[in-house]
């Protein structure tokens, strides 16, 4: 009988059927995730989605995590058939756009990590933007078979943080 109204108890609770997002204000921060890394390995990497539903645009400032001595934007593009990374300044979110960090393009790069990424695990991520202020989401480190967050289904809530 409970399977039955697990869809309407779901709905009741704001629990969507896709992956992590969160909200400040005009903006969607989706999926935010990483892979596990190897004990001693200095760097991790964040991917996730921030979409714009504003009408005017929003930059992303800054990043960091307790899990790291620093965040830092990253751009890898492909030139001569040579993949290079190249360090940003700012990501800017135009009006009614996405913007998706991930690989093999803009990207968080975690510097100096304190302790391995663990699979199943997250660690925190404060997300700093020029105009709507800070948010922290929780990154998910997702096992290296696994599919990304971003193209599996997760039940957890909706979280909007503001500052």
């Not at 539903?53 to 899990?67: D, M, Q, W």
């Amino acid at each position: 009988m409970f399977r039955r109204f697990l869809p309407l108890f779901a709905a009741l609770l704001g629990v969507p059927a896709s992956a992590h997002q969160y909200e400040l204000g005009k903006l969607v921060i989706g999926h935010p995730w990483s892979r596990p890394t190897a004990a001693g390995m200095p760097m991790g990497v964040a991917y996730l989605s921030i979409t714009n539903n504003g009408t005017e645009p929003e930059v992303l400032t800054g990043a960091s995590s307790p899990a790291a001595a620093s965040v830092q934007f990253h751009q890898t593009t492909i030139s001569d058939g040579m993949a290079r990374m190249r360090p940003l300044t700012e990501v800017t979110i135009a009006p009614g756009a996405t913007v998706k960090l991930e690989p093999g393009a803009i990207h968080l790069m975690l510097v100096d990590l304190k302790a391995p990424l663990v699979a199943g695990k997250s660690v925190p991520l404060t997300l700093e933007f020029r105009n709507a202020g800070n948010i922290t989401v929780q990154l998910t480190i997702d096992a290296p078979d696994a599919p990304p967050a971003a193209k599996r289904a997760v039940s957890c809530p909706t979280v909007a943080v503001m500052s």
